[in-house]
């Protein structure tokens, strides 16, 4: 029962470094979704992937990229990491085809820039 | 557009005391309404849903009804344990997109 599983765990980086972070979910869902989380904000969408192929801005895109890479997996990428992207990310994913389906979410992937 | 208001926290609570955590919604169509569940150091897992106006939710002794009319979908249990202790976030979906309230956190004490 893998569910959503994200690499990796624990990142510490320095301003200006790049890096990816992996997500992969083994319930051949259709949607995947990236967000952050932010002390006293809640989940904020960054981007998300309605179905392969496919991929969308959220409410917070800016210095991040995504990949749809097959149906399993949705790669988040920022390519020059900035303080303000501290945070912990969390990857969902969903069945899609209708409202009353919920999203299933990773455990996190926690990332400090320095 | 859509959103979902929760009730501030944090609440502390003695066991076996009864709990509501408030949540309000702004939709324009019919979404369907979450409440997940955070534990400490992981990610967020769905404990309850409803789909349509009027429905109950439950799991794990947690309820929530769907009402429509009040725009709401307010959590409650009867009875709550240390283990409880978690953070709490109302979610809605519609035309898929979900809308997510900011966590209420709860502290239950022996």
């Known amino acids: 029962n893998a569910g959503v599983t994200q690499t990796p765990k624990f990142q510490v980086l320095k301003t200006g470094q790049s890096m990816t972070l992996q997500c992969a979910q083994d319930?051949?869902?259709?949607?995947m979704y990236w967000y952050r989380q932010d002390p006293g904000m809640g989940l904020r969408l960054i981007y998300y992937s309605a179905s392969e192929g496919t991929t969308d801005k959220g409410e917070v895109p800016n210095g991040y990229n995504v990949s749809r890479l097959n149906k399993r997996e949705f790669s988040l990428r920022l390519e020059s990491a900035a303080p303000s992207q501290t945070s912990v990310y969390f990857c969902a994913s969903r069945r899609g085809g209708g409202d009353n389906q919920p999203q299933h979410f990773g455990d996190g992937t926690r990332l400090s820039i320095l | 557009g859509d959103s979902v208001t929760q009730m501030e926290g944090p609440v502390t609570l003695s066991e076996e005391a009864f709990l509501t955590i408030n949540c309000t919604y702004t939709a324009t169509g019919y979404p369907s309404l979450f409440w997940y569940v955070q534990y400490p150091g992981e990610g967020l897992q769905l404990l309850l849903k409803a789909t349509k106006a009027d429905d109950k939710g439950s799991n794990k002794g947690f309820e929530a009804t769907y009402r429509k009319e009040t725009t709401s979908f307010h959590l409650e249990k009867g009875s709550v344990q240390v283990s409880d202790s978690a953070v709490y976030f109302c979610a809605l979906s519609d035309q898929n997109q979900f809308y997510f309230g900011t966590g209420t956190s709860l502290t239950v004490i022996p």
């Open positions: 319930m051949n869902h259709n949607s």
